[in-house]
């Protein structure tokens, strides 16, 4: 169970890093 519930914490960060990739690739 908490496995499962880190491994989704990890997705968002993932999710939260290539948004900022996104973004400063733009600028």
Known sequence: L???L???EGM???KEL???RMQS???
Do not use: A, G, H, P
């Open 12 to 14: 968002v960060l993932t």
């Open 2 to 4: 908490m496995l499962q």
């Open 18 to 20: 290539q948004q900022l």
């Open 25 to 27: 690739c733009k600028s």
């Open 6 to 8: 880190w491994n989704n």
